[in-house]
C-alpha cells in the first residue's frame, strides 16, 4: 500500500482506509514492547523488572487491536477444525466399535454353523453305522430264512421222490373180485 491511502490515528499505528492496519505496525509494537522491557529497570538482587504497567496494557490493546481479522478468521477456523477432528474421530471409534461387534458375531455365527456342520457329521457317521449294521442282520436273519426254506424244500424233494418211487413201483395186483 501507498502511504497515501493509510491514515495515522495515532500511537504509531498506520491503517488503510479498508480499517486493516499493516503488517509493519504490528511488528513496530512487538518491537516497542521489546524495547520497553529491555530498558526497564531491574530489581535488586533479581531478575525481575519494574515496567509501567498502564503504557504496555495499553501497547498490549492497540497490538489486539491492530490484528488482521484474518487472525480472528484463521483461530475460528482452528477452533472449527479441531471440533471436526473430534467429531470425525468420534465417529470413526463408533463405526470401529461396529465393526467389531459385527466380527465377533460374524465368529460366533461362524463358531456356531463349524459345530453344527460338525455334529451333522457325528450324526451321518453314526447313521451310516447304523444303516450297515441293521443291512448285516437283516442278510443274516434272510440267510437264515433261506436255509430253512431250503432245508423244507430238501423235506418236500425226498417226499416228492418217494412219492414218485412208490409210483413206479410194481404194484401188487389188485385181489380178485369173485363175480
Known sequence: MTQDT???IGAEVV???SGRPEPSDILDIVDELMVHLHEAKTMPLSSNALVDRD???GLLEKLRESLPDELRAARWMVRERE???SRTNEKAREIM???RTEADEMVSD???VAEAVEEANILVRRAEGDA???RLETEDE???KLQRVEGLLEDIMVQCQAARSELHQARPRPPEVPI
Open 142 to 144: 434272510i440267510e437264515k
Open 6 to 8: 493509510q491514515i495515522d
Open 110 to 112: 461362524s463358531n456356531i
Open 83 to 85: 471440533a471436526f477432528i
Open 55 to 57: 503504557a504496555h496494557l
Open 132 to 134: 450297515r449294521r441293521l
Open 15 to 17: 491503517v488503510d482506509v
Open 97 to 99: 466399535e461396529k465393526a
